[in-house]
């Protein structure tokens, strides 16, 4: 068993990656289809009388576009609570499996980060294709989705001169030598 500079062992690694690699594709399928579904036509204010003939759409005010969230009509506090911890246990896997697979010496190192990072955005595109636009949602959407990478940047930069003072700690005092000059 191999191990590297964390003390994570390659099947300890490899179990991580398998159980993250879970968690990421059942939350962005959560995202996709979240609870309650998503409307499959527009609906109309029914004090309005409003028909689905286009020409009369003018004077009707859409409640809900199809495509969008049941759930976020029903209650939004629901659909802004599912959207945060659903987004934060997406954006925290995908950023252990960057973490997981970037350790030194990785093959594909630019492609897997490029990867990584695209994930991301198409997650923020399919969650945004989803939701009702406004800025609230969207608020809670990339707050969770940057906070994982936001706290692990600074524990990353103390490990990293952490590893670079063990490496550069001198073993005694400097031996010096008589006419060496």
Same mark, same amino acid.
């Given at each position: 068993?191999?191990?590297?500079?964390?003390?994570?062992?390659?099947?300890?690694?490899? @179990?991580?990656?398998? *159980?993250?690699? +879970?968690?990421?594709?059942? /939350?962005?399928?959560?995202? %996709?289809?979240?609870?309650? $579904?998503?409307?499959?036509?527009?609906?109309?204010?029914?004090?309005?009388?409003?028909?689905?003939?286009?020409?009369?759409?003018?004077?009707?005010?859409?409640?809900?576009?199809?495509?969008?969230?049941?759930?976020?009509?029903?209650?939004?506090?629901?659909?802004? @609570?599912?959207?945060? *911890?659903?987004? +934060?246990?997406?954006?925290? /896997?995908?950023?252990?499996? %960057?973490?997981?697979?970037? $350790?030194?010496?990785?093959?594909?190192?630019?492609?897997?980060?490029?990867?990584?990072?695209?994930?991301?955005?198409?997650?923020?595109?399919?969650?945004?294709?989803?939701?009702?636009?406004?800025?609230?949602?969207?608020?809670?959407?990339?707050?969770?989705?940057?906070?994982?990478?936001?706290?692990?940047?600074?524990?990353?930069?103390?490990?990293?001169?952490?590893?670079?003072?063990?490496?550069?700690?001198?073993?005694?005092?400097?031996?010096?030598?008589?006419?060496?000059?």
């Amino acid at each position: 068993m191999a191990t590297d500079p964390l003390n994570i062992t390659s099947d300890a690694r490899n @179990t991580l990656l398998v *159980v993250t690699a +879970l968690i990421v594709a059942v /939350t962005f399928q959560a995202a %996709l289809n979240p609870p309650g $579904g998503v409307w499959q036509d527009d609906k109309y204010d029914p004090e309005q009388n409003c028909t689905v003939v286009p020409a009369n759409l003018n004077n009707c005010t859409r409640v809900a576009q199809a495509g969008t969230s049941v759930l976020h009509l029903r209650s939004v506090v629901r659909y802004e @609570t599912f959207i945060f *911890v659903n987004t +934060l246990a997406f954006s925290a /896997t995908t950023s252990t499996i %960057l973490f997981l697979l970037l $350790g030194s010496g990785t093959p594909f190192r630019t492609e897997t980060i490029i990867s990584i990072y695209c994930m991301n955005f198409a997650y923020a595109a399919s969650v945004g294709a989803v939701q009702p636009q406004t800025p609230t949602t969207w608020a809670i959407l990339l707050s969770a989705l940057l906070s994982p990478y936001i706290f692990r940047f600074p524990s990353l930069i103390i490990e990293r001169k952490k590893v670079a003072r063990e490496q550069d700690v001198p073993q005694g005092p400097p031996v010096f030598q008589r006419g060496a000059c």
